[in-house]
Nanobody
Framework: QVQLVESGGGLVQPGGSLRLSCAAS????????LGWFRQAPGMQREFVAD???????DYANSVKDRFTISRDNAKNEVYLEMYSLKPEDTAVYYC?????????????WGQGTQVTVSS
């Protein structure tokens, strides 16, 4: 089993920045993709960004050029730097780990961290 623990959420004003972190522990596979999803009230969980073991990152169009994902393989951690935040970025953000044979949107999940963008 893999455990994922997110941190760094909170309340921020529009245009502000936040940094989310996620630490993975347990039976971590040798090659895996780490990512972030989010779920706003009444909405389905949606993909935000992910990064594979080689460092290749992919982003949802809605966050491209505003969010940056990175990872520290030595620490088994992934980070999400969020800039120019908008009210529509308000959601619970979930960390995700999947193996190379697992489809996006599946795998292991953290408990989520709330991000609220409001003045």
């Amino acid at each position: 089993q893999v455990q994922l623990v997110e941190s760094g959420g909170g309340l921020v004003q529009p245009g502000g920045s936040l940094r989310l972190s996620c630490a993975a522990s347990g039976s971590i596979p040798s090659m895996y993709t780490l990512g972030w999803f989010r779920q706003a009230p009444g909405m389905q969980r949606e993909f935000v960004a992910d990064i594979n073991s080689g460092g290749r990152a992919d982003y949802a169009n809605s966050v491209k050029d505003r969010f940056t994902i990175s990872r520290d393989n030595a620490k088994n951690e992934v980070y999400l730097e969020m800039y120019s935040l908008k009210p529509e970025d308000t959601a619970v953000y979930y960390c995700n780990l999947r193996t190379i044979i697992t489809a996006r949107g599946h795998g292991y999940w953290g408990q989520g961290t709330q991000v609220t963008v409001s003045s």
